[in-house]
């Protein structure tokens, strides 16, 4: 019995779990709701917990240059503590807040490159499998919408996102990782700047714009890196966005700041790239092409990141 008990929670007729996500996109602070199902195998079991785990692919730098890996960044116990029998079908719903700097992962539902993913972790008999592992889409916030639809209309070219792995002195950064939004200048701002990166940092009570410049360099010296930080509510009736974010790049340019970097760390499990890119429009935003890469393909690394940290999770096991 002990046997067949332990073959059962390394997946030899053992349960199977499939979680299904309710549909559409969820915004950071928002609640991530669908339910796990469960379906026993040849035996019955004792599920101590189900989890569910946020993984995010992330880059980090080194001394050597820079690699990629994930990152699980939140925790949820959805259920357990049940006897599941003998070929016993169980579903299990959840409700889970998602934290309010999960990263955008789309904009207008055509995704920005970023990988995102939900993990289910079922614990039987005293034996844990990582068994499932869904995409996570997330769509910005109200305020993050204002923000880069202003930077369309002011003429800003995007061109790619990543997550970065490391924080952002001077913050209130709760993650590990922070999203970098890589923008080529409006022609009003390439005088000061070859690049500009945006972060945004959101919390309950507003969010946190980081904003950085590739400060070009003069006649008499060279360039560097400024950084400036800017806080707004939730609230984006009422505002001119197109004004308040002019000014913050109109500030950045002008201020004589010197380099602030981002504190990296140096752990990370080695991984493939993955690379898109934003267009602006004259009224919004717009997901460009880059090296023929087009949203399928986008899924197709989805699931190839998925395919790989299984593969991961099975030789650390």
């Not at 349960?15 to 928002?30: E, K, M, Q, R, Y």
């Not at 590739?214 to 008499?220: A, E, H, Q, S, V």
């Not at 717009?286 to 998925?306: H, I, N, P, R, S």
């Amino acid at each position: 019995m002990v046997f067949k008990r332990l073959l059962g929670s390394l997946g030899v007729g053992g349960p199977t779990v499939d979680t299904v996500l309710d549909p559409g996109a969820v915004p950071p602070g928002g609640t991530l709701s669908g339910e796990v199902r469960l379906a026993g195998g040849t035996a019955a079991v004792d599920v101590d917990h189900i989890t569910l785990e946020l993984v995010a692919r992330v880059e980090a730098e080194h001394e050597d240059g820079e690699s990629e890996g994930s990152v699980v960044f939140e925790r949820f116990t959805v259920g357990g503590g049940f006897r599941l029998g003998e070929g016993e079908q169980r579903t299990v719903r959840f409700d889970v807040p998602l934290p309010w700097e999960t990263p955008v992962t789309e904009l207008y539902g055509q995704p920005l490159g970023i990988v995102l993913g939900v993990r289910t972790e079922l614990a039987v008999t005293g034996a844990r499998d990582k068994g499932d592992l869904d995409p996570l889409a997330v769509r910005p916030l109200p305020v993050q919408e204002a923000v880069l639809e202003a930077l369309g209309q002011l003429g800003f070219g995007f061109r790619s996102a990543d997550l970065e792995y490391g924080r952002i002195g001077g913050t209130g950064q709760q993650l590990p990782f922070y999203q970098e939004i890589e923008l080529t200048p409006a022609p009003q701002y390439a005088y000061g700047a070859s690049e500009f990166e945006l972060t945004f940092l959101a919390h309950p009570g507003g969010m946190e714009v980081v904003v950085e410049a590739d400060k070009r360099g003069g006649f008499l010296g060279g360039g560097h890196d400024a950084l400036g930080r800017f806080t707004v509510s939730h609230d984006v009736a009422g505002v001119d966005w197109n004004a308040l974010v002019d000014g913050w790049f109109r500030q950045l340019l002008e201020s004589r700041s010197t380099p602030v970097h981002a504190e990296p760390h140096h752990e990370s499990r080695p991984g493939m790239g993955m690379g898109t890119a934003v267009a602006a429009g004259a009224t919004g935003l717009a997901v460009g092409v880059v090296g023929g890469m087009v949203a399928a393909e986008v899924v197709d690394e989805v699931g190839d990141f998925f395919e790989d940290d299984e593969e991961d999770d099975a030789m650390e096991d």
